[in-house]
């Protein structure tokens, strides 16, 4: 085929152009990195377990205020994550294999730079924290940011100590028969025993443990008591599956019992009105109020499922003073601790749902930030 003398011209002019264009150097791609601020008070961090994938999963950095999707920071083996007291650092214990899914296991707790949401630091641990559904208190902060507490589970059950200031492991406290760290002041933790007691270890400035303390807190045999409480001050409350709040106060020599009061009515009760989900109780301490996950027709085994019920109480008597819906069902909740205090919801969809406690107006969802989030930290 003979080709017309214009167009075999043009077509040797384009080639040329393609193969130089082939042999110049395209610049080279830089990618970015953003430094956020000092986290404020409302800057929220949710806990994603991602149970199609608890090998590779992380923590969702959010500003709940903007609806904004700030970073994320990448964990190994569903990690427990805890925040510093003084925001600067987020704290996850994760592992990880040499082969991905098998191979040489390696611990580490890792400390994360909260405005660059970079690696500090990283301290390489014995294998032993406890790899469950992640909870609050199986990761937490001295009130001086010197110690982290890392729960053990093999099945035995121990506390690992490691100091910060130093970046290194100073202490492994065995807690048999007990579980999480729940921590008080600067050198206490309290650990929630089988037989119904609280247990709880003070600690010296070297992380050694210098005091123990057992108090009989409840009966096992006859109550259900839900491990996940929520804190404010060093007043933690703890929930029962039908419903009764058994708070302690943690701040004096021995755990103090404090009068226990119930969220339900006799008649709400008949109804089948009862406590459930993951993380079910979040207090605002701006507001001295506790809001709970509720469900109206609460069956036997049903306590950690999720709702779109939630109740508010004053602290101080006890009474309810107020309902909020979510439009969809939630799992864990979180408040942040100011004076105008905003709820969050972790819903089943993986978004957030938000609130303004100050109006009891819903603000909003942010759909989709995460895939299976268990907790939301808050400062």
Same mark, same amino acid.
């Given at each position: ?56 999963? &992380? ?22 994550? #805890? ?15 040499? &082969?991905?899914?098998?191979?040489? &296991?390696?611990?580490?707790? #890792?400390?994360?730079?909260?405005? #660059? ?70 050198? &206490? ?16 400035? =070297? ?41 302690? =106060? ?63 109480? =004053? ?65």
């Amino acid at each position: 085929m003979h080709l017309p003398k214009k167009l075999a011209c043009c077509l040797v002019v384009a080639s040329g152009l393609i193969a130089a264009s082939a042999n110049a150097r395209l610049p080279n791609e830089t990618v970015g990195s953003t430094t956020l601020p000092l986290p404020d008070d409302h800057r929220s961090y949710m806990v994603d377990f991602e149970f199609n994938n608890m090998v590779s999963t &992380r923590v969702v950095v959010i500003d709940p205020d903007k609806q904004k999707y700030l970073g994320m920071i990448p964990t190994g083996h569903a990690a427990p994550a #805890t925040l510093s007291q003084d925001r600067k650092t987020i704290y996850t214990a994760d592992f990880f294999y040499t &082969r991905y899914v098998r191979g040489e &296991r390696t611990d580490v707790l #890792t400390a994360w730079d909260s405005q #660059t949401l970079s690696p500090k630091w990283e301290l390489e641990l014995s294998s032993q924290r406890a790899f469950t559904l992640t909870e609050r208190f199986s990761l937490a902060t001295s009130a001086d940011d010197k110690f982290v507490y890392i729960y053990n589970f093999t099945p035995s059950t121990s506390v690992t100590v490691i100091d910060t200031t130093k970046q290194e492991m100073v202490n492994e406290i065995a807690i048999n028969g007990c579980i999480l760290n729940y921590p008080v002041g600067a050198r &206490r933790f309290a650990s929630l025993c089988g037989d119904g007691s609280l247990q709880m270890i003070t600690l010296n400035d =070297d992380g050694k443990e210098v005091d123990r303390t057992q108090t009989k807190f409840f009966d096992p045999n006859v109550v259900k008591l839900v491990e996940r409480a929520t804190v404010v001050g060093e007043i933690y409350y703890f929930v029962t599956t039908l419903g009764e709040v058994v708070p302690v =106060d943690l701040s004096g020599d021995e755990p103090e019992i404090l009068p226990r009061w119930s969220l339900v009515t006799r008649e709400e009760m008949a109804k089948g009105w009862a406590p459930g989900g993951w993380q079910l109780l979040a207090a605002a301490p701006g507001l001295n109020r506790l809001y709970v996950l509720m469900h109206p027709d609460h069956k036997p085994h049903n306590w950690e499922d999720p709702s779109q019920i939630i109740w508010e109480f =004053d602290l101080k008597t006890g009474k309810k003073i107020g309902t909020l819906e979510s439009p969809s069902f939630i799992w864990s909740l979180s408040a942040t601790s100011d004076d105008k205090p905003l709820l969050l919801g972790s819903n089943i969809e993986g978004g957030l749902e938000i609130f303004d406690l100050s109006t009891g107006e819903h603000k909003g969802t942010m759909e989709g930030v995460t895939k299976t989030p268990t907790l939301i930290l808050n400062h």
